[in-house]
């Protein structure tokens, strides 16, 4: 039989302390390398003292120390690699574009989901103007039977920088709601997606109607190819999500959820940085007469241009090109 | 043996040791929520004021700042919004203010710490586990997950674990000084779980009510192992007697 356990713990505990002050250390980030060294041995002690209560003394405290203090130390000394600077830079320069790459099926779908709500909206309000008053919100419609764009009023409301800056937020919630509503097996994104479209069409297709189209054109053709690409791809990694919950494939749901997550999150990651620039196109060049309109859609679609070559481009590996079957593809 | 009587995550290190953490329920996870949100809801209080200052210019020397005031403003409920939450998990190993004053932390389903990914997969996924009010999306999915996991958390494949604050003092304090009753030897060992009812009952004695205190101590005695009735009198004498008596019965092999 072992030793009572008061004698044991009051052996062992120098140890236990020992390692508990350097893991605070550790997480204070000051630790030297000999100390270092100091503690795996702890851990390691710690782990051997762990196995022996939970042999001896089940259930008592001094297990449950042992398992927390274990636990710590597990996290410290098991953490994944940080990232830094140069895994931001490589995210960029290749996973951001290899991954929409790889699932560019699901983005593809999304796109498909997106000019199917467009084509909805503008056949309705084309071929049944009563349509409008369902589909276009009420302020839009009250600039538009006045005659006038509703986003010439943007600017003359507040300075440019916080017009700028505000639009760039509320693209960034949209795209984060579009892909977290995954989460509802896609039915939220696929919603939102053809909401998005139904939207962007019936308004269109209204201001078709009242001869406004130029108007409109000229608002969007600097910042819209961008955007709406964007939104594709958030959508494309919320149907992701949505796809693993419904069909998780040889895996248990939980964990074809969890590894298809890491994968979709990426794709949002990788467009926050766009959406902000592209609020700021979409902040001072797209409202007002500032730039006339055939440099607002040159801009456009050099952005959009630019914006898809990097996509479909960067990072491009010979085996990838050679066209080598995808590890993941779907 | 005792097991583990609430929901917890078990890990397996290359050590070959079985880690069994306890995982933090529903109450905890709420409570840490609440501080943060108020943190932030007092922060926001704040910076609205010194805010309404700058875009109203009671003084008249912040002409310039208010376009840059109301930038930092949008800017500003953003972060508080979506990246409060994930850049602090991110630097301090899985916790925020409300989770570090809770003491409880988020780690991968394998126990290692989140990384930048499982941190943002979780924290985006508010948007939705907040649906369609109060978090009532997030409540209902981990009453019904084993570990008490939100969407978000089955997103990202984490969860939840609890730090508690464990005082082994209690097995090393000194015996009282002078002891009046020497422990039994040749009595039966004692169990663990013994060792450990005797010891938690010595660390609360001195709060209980006193005729409680002495008819606790008086049947620890009796399952511990009485001394031969000469000395059994003595020893529930009081309780000091008792308790030391006690004492000296689960330190004795030292």
């Known amino acids: 039989m072992a030793t009572p356990l008061p004698a044991y713990v009051a052996r062992r505990r120098q140890d236990w302390d020992a390692l508990q002050a350097l893991l605070t250390r550790q997480r204070a980030g000051t630790l030297k390398l000999d100390e270092l060294r100091t503690l795996d041995t702890l851990y390691r002690r710690a782990s051997a003292d762990l196995a022996h209560t939970q042999t001896f003394y089940p259930g008592t405290d001094a297990h449950r120390f042992l398992n927390q203090l274990c636990g710590q130390a597990y996290a410290a000394i098991y953490q994944p690699p940080r990232e830094r600077w140069p895994a931001v830079r490589d995210f960029f320069r290749r996973e951001f574009p290899a991954t929409l790459r790889r699932e560019r099926g699901f983005v593809g779908a999304s796109a498909a989901l997106f000019i199917l709500g467009l084509v909805l909206g503008a056949v309705v309000v084309l071929w049944e103007p009563q349509g409008a008053e369902l589909l276009v919100p009420s302020g839009v419609r009250h600039y538009v039977a006045q005659g006038r764009m509703w986003t010439d009023d943007i600017l003359s409301v507040a300075p440019p920088n916080s017009v700028a800056s505000g639009i760039a937020t509320n693209n960034l919630t949209v795209t984060i709601v579009t892909f977290a509503t995954g989460l509802t097996f896609g039915l939220g994104t696929l919603f939102l997606l053809v909401n998005n479209g139904v939207h962007i069409g019936a308004i269109t297709a209204l201001c078709a109607r009242e001869g406004m189209v130029g108007g409109l054109l000229d608002f969007i053709a600097a910042h819209g190819p961008v955007e709406l690409s964007i939104l594709v791809i958030a959508g494309g990694a919320g149907l992701m999500v949505g796809q693993s919950l419904i069909d998780p494939g040889e895996l248990p749901r939980g964990q074809a959820l969890a590894l298809r997550g890491r994968e979709a999150v990426k794709l949002v990651l990788g467009c926050a940085p766009f959406l902000a620039l592209i609020g700021v196109v979409e902040g001072y060049v797209s409202p007002g007469d500032l730039f006339p309109t055939w440099m607002k859609a040159g801009l456009g679609f050099a952005l959009g241009a630019l914006f898809w070559g990097y996509l479909l481009r960067a990072g491009r590996t010979d085996a990838e090109a050679a066209g080598t079957p995808d590890d993941s593809a779907s | ?254």
């Open chain 2, 1 to 254: 043996m005792r097991s583990a009587p609430t929901p917890h995550l078990d890990v397996a290190t290359p050590e070959r040791v079985a880690l069994t953490l306890p995982v933090a329920g529903i109450g905890y996870r709420c409570l840490a929520w609440l501080v943060d949100a108020s943190l932030l809801f007092f922060f926001w209080l704040i910076a609205y004021f010194v805010f309404t200052l700058l875009v109203s210019d009671v003084l008249g020397v912040f002409q310039g700042l208010s376009g840059v005031a109301q930038t930092l403003m949008v800017v500003g409920v953003f972060a508080t919004q979506w990246l409060y939450w994930t850049v602090s998990e991110v630097l301090f190993h899985g916790q925020t203010v409300g989770k570090r004053a809770l003491g409880i932390r988020v780690v991968r389903w394998d126990g290692s710490p989140v990384g930048v990914y499982e941190s943002a997969v979780r924290n985006l996924c508010r948007a939705v586990d907040f649906l369609p009010m109060l978090y009532a999306a997030a409540c209902v999915s981990m009453l019904l997950t084993r570990q008490h996991r939100r969407l978000g958390d089955l997103l990202a494949g984490t969860l939840l674990v609890r730090e508690e604050r464990i005082d082994l003092d209690k097995y090393t304090a000194a015996p009282e000084a002078a002891a009046p009753v020497t422990s039994a030897e040749g009595a039966r060992t004692l169990t663990p779980e013994d060792v450990e009812l005797v010891l938690s009952f010595l660390s609360r004695a001195p709060g209980l009510a006193p005729d409680v205190r002495q008819r606790l101590g008086a049947r620890l005695v009796e399952r511990v192992g009485p001394p031969d009735a000469a000395s059994l009198a003595a020893v529930l004498a009081s309780a000091e007697s008792t308790e030391a008596f006690l004492r000296a019965r689960v330190q004795g092999a030292r």
